[in-house]
């Protein structure tokens, strides 16, 4: 599966964005998702991860009740709503697919990466 992640940008401290990460190239709903984060000199790290058909859901702590992960099937994409953004939320945020549901970073497939600046 080929993965394009999309949304990124720069946002002031506070403010929301939306990731977008666009599938092809096998059925999307075969595959959990997940969302993960670098930023610079730190490693990745995991942000939120989805079920094939979205009812099982988990965040990292640092995003949780900030950030919503999900997905529509019919249009095989995978979103990351980023609300009460933080500074501390600067990252090169990428999306990945595998067919098992995984909060490390071991995924068989990862999109190319969308850089998220939060200015204080």
């Known amino acids: 599966v080929q993965l394009q992640a999309s949304g990124g940008g720069l946002v002031q401290a506070g403010g929301s964005l939306r990731l977008s990460c666009s599938a092809s190239?096998?059925?999307?709903?075969?595959?959990?998702m997940g969302w993960f984060r670098q930023a610079p000199g730190k490693e990745r790290e995991f942000v939120a991860v989805?079920?094939?058909?979205?009812?099982?859901?988990a965040y990292a702590n640092a995003v949780k009740g900030r950030f919503t992960i999900s997905r529509d099937n019919a249009k095989n994409t995978l979103y990351l709503q980023m609300n009460s953004l933080k500074p501390e939320d600067t990252a090169v945020y990428y999306c990945?697919?595998?067919?098992?549901?995984?909060?490390?970073?071991?995924?068989?497939?990862w999109g190319q990466g969308t850089l998220v600046t939060v200015s204080s």
């Open positions: 990945a697919a595998d067919q098992i549901y995984r909060m490390t970073s071991s995924y068989n497939y």
């Open positions: 190239g096998h059925t999307f709903s075969r595959y959990h």
């Open positions: 989805i079920s094939q058909t979205g009812v099982r859901i």
